[in-house]
């Protein structure tokens, strides 16, 4: 394939020419940490050499309103945010460092970029899953890094990745992009470095800890309205190089390319053709994954390839999913003890669901199979592996008399044959009068995602809790909460919380074991599910927080009379807070109500500030963030769009 043109008009946005990057040894580390100081960094005005974040119709490439860049002082990951430039290409950044002769910049702000000083490398991440924006690629997505002239605060900004064009030609009437995917037979996404002495900044691949395959998609399967479409990956000669755009109806078109260069700064465009889309042979995501397709699920890409044939089922009707994780369907069993992929039709009715080992469940998005629990469910892992629960596209609900929680682990992680991973993925969950997963003793989990699921929480207080450890000693490794819904639909629901381990001892004081490598909390909404002044999420420590762009929507909630400060995170260990967080871009709403609550902090307490990193409090405001949008589907209204549960694709309606 030859790019189309020189691909000028598109990419020459984001090739930047070369700058020289000599670093003095001991010009970056001071010998003494120093107070952090207010400063600004302005990027070069000189043409061509801007960072540049988002592509617009004319193929100018402009900064945007919720960027910030990473400025290492030698000691820091200092944020600077954007205060002047958003929608031109040249920009004003403004945070607080260290004061000393050269700095290094790299765009997107990430709290767990690092900088290694001695050595002059950072080290980041670009993600197998990008969210489609309309027009252009994600805010915060496409990396650059800068060092400034000795003395001086002005960022000659270079693009250390590549950027991919997908031009979609010939798409009937009636149909759209649903996603685009993108394999290849090196690394695309992933773990990175870039080497600040080298000559060019570009982002090599870190062996092992990267990914093959790249995924252009929007919130809540939307349509991806706007191409061309962009996708970023690693600058690397590919020689082969597979692209699928897959289409509303789960049609999809493939092509594949040979000897693709995609250079660093630069990048290439290729079209694929949607006339002749192929259809799968079995309906839904059943249907692609068979014909060789991923499919995402919590963040993790699944494939074919990955399983035997006889760990992969597609069943209707009655199921049962036992212990062992045998599937079976009227009088035929299926499988192995472990490994399954199981894909439920449309008609499928799950009618008992009992322990589980490893096993994917892949319902049908249009008509959810139901799991109703009557028993706790725990968590056995199969011998001599990690073990997973993954559920795609499923309801679950407790029968009329089941009243205690829903979940828990059976073995610590330590141990061989440990639980490591539990994911819920576009689920529907109704939760009773317990926590959904809780822990009565000394276990741990290492994965723990919910994405992309409504939760229903009942009236009242007590035990609201999603994950659950009292006192006892547990470890997780990361937790991630992203785009759910966590709603109650009557008076309000009390003491909810995300994580939630801490007791209390005889003396009154607060104690707890569970300690969280990483959270995340990402554009959730809160719909009359609020909390106690002791913190929406409560372990030990925290390893790192990300926390942004949540909606917290309180009015009309009986929230108790003399409620304290509201609090998103507590460390109940003195040195338990996390050194860097991205905690920020987050609001509620209370409506006339404010006395209720005298401060919403995210931190306990609030006069905590990270060493690196930003935390801002959540921000109240005064206008109803569903007036004139859609309140009944948890749509906010155009001003405050970016804010919880993402359902609609974001759409910058000024480029036309």
């Not at 592509?55 to 600077?80: C, P, Q, R």
């Not at 596209?393 to 991973?421: C, H, L, M, R």
């Not at 260990?573 to 006339?592: Q, V």
């Amino acid at each position: 394939m030859h790019l189309q043109g020189t691909l000028s008009a598109i990419l020459g946005a984001v090739i930047f020419s070369a700058v020289s990057c000599s670093v003095d040894d001991n010009a970056l580390v001071p010998e003494i940490p120093q107070q952090r100081i207010p400063m600004e960094f302005r990027t070069s005005d000189c043409p061509g050499t801007d960072t540049r974040t988002s592509i617009t119709s004319d193929f100018s490439v402009l900064w945007s309103e919720k960027d910030a860049i990473s400025i290492f002082d030698g000691v820091y990951n200092n944020m600077f945010s954007i205060t002047e430039g958003a929608g031109t290409s040249y920009a004003v950044f403004a945070g607080n460092a260290m004061e000393v002769e050269k700095y290094y910049a790299f765009y997107p702000y990430s709290a767990g970029t690092v900088f290694d000083a001695a050595s002059c490398v950072i080290s980041a991440a670009l993600p197998a899953e990008q969210h489609y924006s309309g027009r252009t690629f994600d805010t915060m997505l496409n990396p650059s890094a800068a060092v400034t002239p000795d003395g001086s605060r002005t960022l000659s900004f270079r693009n250390v990745a590549s950027v991919l064009q997908v031009v979609v030609t010939d798409l009937p009437a009636g149909k759209s992009v649903r996603e685009i995917q993108v394999r290849a037979d090196k690394s695309l996404t992933g773990a990175y470095t870039v080497d600040m002495n080298a000559d060019v900044f570009s982002a090599v691949p870190v062996s092992g800890e990267s990914c093959q395959g790249v995924r252009l998609f929007a919130y809540g399967e939307n349509s991806l309205v706007f191409g061309p479409y962009y996708l970023v990956v690693f600058p690397q000669t590919y020689a082969s190089m597979t692209v699928t755009v897959i289409y509303s109806d789960d049609s999809y078109s493939e092509r594949t390319f040979s000897d693709v260069d995609m250079p660093v700064s630069g990048g290439r465009s290729v079209t694929v053709d949607a006339s002749s889309a192929s259809v799968p042979e079995h309906d839904g995501l059943y249907g692609l994954f068979m014909a060789g397709q991923d499919i995402y699920i919590g963040g993790k890409a699944y494939n074919r390839s990955q399983f035997e044939d006889d760990e992969i089922e597609y069943l209707s009707g009655d199921v049962t999913v036992n212990s062992q994780a045998t599937l079976s369907a009227g009088s035929v069993t299926y499988g192995k003890d472990y490994g399954h992929i199981l894909f439920l039709a449309p008609d499928a009715v799950i009618s008992n669901f009992a322990a589980q080992t490893d096993v994917i469940v892949v319902g049908d998005p249009g008509q959810k199979p139901k799991i109703t629990l009557s028993a706790n469910k725990y968590l056995v892992p199969c011998s001599g592996q990690e073990s997973r629960l993954v559920l795609k596209n499923v309801d679950i609900a407790p029968a009329a008399d089941f009243t205690s929680y829903f979940f828990t682990v059976n073995k610590n992680f330590s141990a061989e044959g440990a639980f490591g991973e539990f994911v819920l993925d576009g689920c529907n969950i109704t939760m009773n009068n317990s926590p959904f997963y809780s822990i009565s003793n000394a276990r741990y989990l290492d994965r723990f995602v919910m994405e992309n699921c409504t939760v229903d929480v009942p009236d009242g207080a007590g035990n609201r809790f999603i994950l659950h450890a009292a006192a006892n000693e547990n470890a997780y490794s990361e937790i991630i909460f992203r785009n759910n819904i966590f709603r109650n639909t009557g008076a309000g629901a009390l003491n909810f919380r995300l994580v939630s381990g801490n007791v209390t001892d005889d003396a009154g004081n607060i104690t707890n074991a569970t300690s969280v490598g990483r959270i995340v909390v990402e554009n959730n909404t809160f719909f009359k599910t609020a909390w106690t002044s002791t913190a929406m999420a409560v372990a030990l420590d925290f390893g790192e927080a990300r926390i942004t762009r949540n909606l917290f929507y309180l009015r009309n909630t009986n929230i108790p009379s003399g409620q304290g400060a509201m609090n998103i995170l507590r460390a109940v260990a003195a040195d338990g807070y996390p050194d860097s967080a991205y905690c920020i871009d987050n609001i509620l709403y209370n409506g006339s109500n404010k006395s209720d609550i005298p401060a919403f902090n995210m931190f306990y307490n609030a006069t905590f500030v990270p060493d690196g990193g930003v935390s801002e409090n959540p921000l109240m405001i005064d206008k109803d963030p569903y007036a004139g949008g859609h309140y009944e589907d948890f749509i906010p209204n155009a001003d405050y769009m970016q804010y919880g549960v993402q359902k609609l694709v974001k759409i910058d309606f000024s480029v036309e």
